[in-house]
């Protein structure tokens, strides 16, 4: 199964600045996707990272507010812009390739002060 | 789209005793169900997944069962051990590429 690597693993920020979170996977894989978590809540699904084209985002998601880039097969960034108290979240990467399962990293745990 | 409902939210049980978490789901069309295990700190892990031409999956002491008729499908835990303690996520996926979670099961397993 593939190995998905995240960075930052967590931060605080302070409300207003920008954070790019990066995700790193160890096979080239077909899709790539950004999940966000609310402690304790389930997983909410941000966008789907399509490599060498635009996002394609959730109903509640925008482009401005979540830019996403996915240079090649293997690597996303995902980028908090203008940060307030409510995006205090865990942020994670997930991988899949064709009809294999879907297997996440082990998330960014981001507080905004 | 497809809506997943995951029962009970929390289960507390005693080391040695089996653990059942439950889940539903709406779109006949879903036809693969993945179970995701979450330790406090870290991602969700795959731990056994089943497909729907198929009732039953068994690895070691953890087993899914799937009732296409129904739209149910389950997770068994037996002989639980404290190390099994964590958020339990089950997921269904039909056309779309992307599964829908249910909402997650907080297991307790006391020694």
């Known amino acids: 199964s593939a190995v998905i690597s995240q960075k930052p693993s967590r931060d605080i920020c302070q409300r207003g600045t920008s954070l790019t979170i990066q995700c790193q996977v160890d096979?080239?894989?077909?899709?790539m996707f950004w999940y966000r978590q609310q402690p304790g809540q389930s997983l909410t699904l941000i966008a789907t990272?399509?490599?060498?084209?635009?996002?394609?985002?959730e109903s509640g998601f925008v482009i401005d507010k979540f830019p996403i880039s996915r240079p090649n097969l293997t690597f996303s960034t995902l980028t908090v812009s203008n940060m307030s108290p409510e995006d205090s979240s865990i942020y994670l990467c997930?991988?899949?390739?064709?009809?294999?399962?879907?297997?996440f990293g082990d998330g960014t745990r981001l507080s905004i002060l | 789209g497809e809506n997943v409902e995951q029962h009970p939210s929390t289960l507390s049980v005693q080391e040695g005793d089996s653990a059942v978490i439950k889940c539903t789901y709406s779109d006949s069309a879903s036809n693969y169900f993945p179970w995701y295990k979450q330790e406090l700190g870290k991602g969700p892990q795959l731990i056994i997944d089943?497909?729907?031409?198929?009732g039953e999956k068994k690895d070691q002491r953890i087993a899914v069962t799937l009732n296409k008729t129904a739209k149910h499908f389950s997770l068994h835990i037996t002989e639980t051990q404290p190390e099994d303690s964590a958020v339990y996520f089950c997921a269904a996926k039909g056309g779309s590429y992307i599964p829908t979670f249910g909402r997650g099961t907080s297991l307790i397993v006391h020694p």
């Open positions: 990272a399509n490599q060498g084209s635009e996002a394609t985002y």
């Open positions: 997930s991988a899949q390739d064709r009809d294999q399962p879907q297997h």
């Open positions: 096979s080239q894989v077909t899709m």
């Open positions: 089943i497909r729907s031409n198929v």
